[in-house]
C-alpha cells in the first residue's frame, strides 16, 4: 500500500514508542516525514534507524508556544503544507494519591499534554485551511480519557481534555475538510507503561504488569505498531467521512 504519497506529515513525540513507529510506517507507506520531540539525541537515532525513507527532524518543547511555531514552519517550508498532523507528545507523571502529587509536577503534566497539544492546533489549523483538501489530525488520548484510575489524577485529567479539545477542533475543523479525531490506546508494551509499573509497585513492577493485563480482556499489552495502525487508518483517505471521533486501541479494556 502507498496511502501517503505525496503527503507530509508532523509528528509530535516522534522520537517516542508510538510516534517513530508511526512515523516509519508511514514514510514506507510513501508520506514525508517530519518528526518533532525534544529529546534531540534520541530523534538522531531514530532518524539513523529510517535508512532508506527520507525523514526530517525538529527539535521543539511543545509547551513553548514559540517552538510550536518553528516546527510548524520548519514543516511548510521543507514539505509547502501539513496534510497530517499526529499530535501525539506526552508525559506520564508520576504515580501518586492527589493529595500528595507535586504541585509542580502538576502543571507540567498539564502542561506537555494538554497546552502542548492546543499549541499545535493553534498553529497547524491555519496551514490546513490553506490546503484544498483539508487535513487529518489525529490526537492521542488513552483510555485513561474514556475512565478513571486512582492515583494518576494529573494524567486522567489531561486524556479526558484531549477528548473535549478534539470534539471542538473537529467542529471547528469541518468545514475546510480537517477532520480531528482522538486514539485511546490501552497500556502500550514501551517506556512509558515500564516507568508507570515502578510508579504503581515500585518494588515488583512486573506484579503491576501482570495486573494491567488482567485488566485487558486480550490478555495483554498493545504494541506500538498497533496503535499506529489505528492512527494510519484515521489519517488515511480510508476514513475520510470520520471527524469528531473516540478510538479505543484497547484489547477489549474499556468494554
Ligand atoms: N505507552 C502507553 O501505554 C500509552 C497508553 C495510552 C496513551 N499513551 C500516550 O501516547 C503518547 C505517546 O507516548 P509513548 O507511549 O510513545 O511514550 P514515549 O514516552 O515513548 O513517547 C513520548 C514522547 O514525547 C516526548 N515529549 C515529552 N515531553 C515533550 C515536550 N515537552 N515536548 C516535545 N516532546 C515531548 C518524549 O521525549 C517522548 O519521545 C503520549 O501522549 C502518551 O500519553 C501512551
Redesign the pocket.
Known sequence: MNRFANKSVVI??G?????SVTGKLMAEEGARVLL????EK?LKEIVRDFDSDPVEYAV????KPEQVKAYVDKAVELFGGIDIFFN?????GNVAPLDEYSLDEYHQLIH??VN?MFFGLHYVFPVMKKNDKGGSIIM?S???GLMGTANVTPYVTSKHAVIGMMRSAALEGAGHNIRVNTVN????D????RSLESGFNPDESEKAKEQFEQMIPLGRYATNEEIAKMVMFLASEDSEFITGTVNPVDGGMTA
Open positions: 509530535t513525540g522520537s517516542g514508542g508510538i510516534g518533532v520531540d525534544i529529546d534520541a521543539a518543547d511543545v509547551t501525539n507528545a506526552g508525559v506520564e506537555v499534554n502542548g492521542t488513552s483510555v485513561a490506546p490501552s497500556p502500550v514501551n517506556r512509558m507503561m
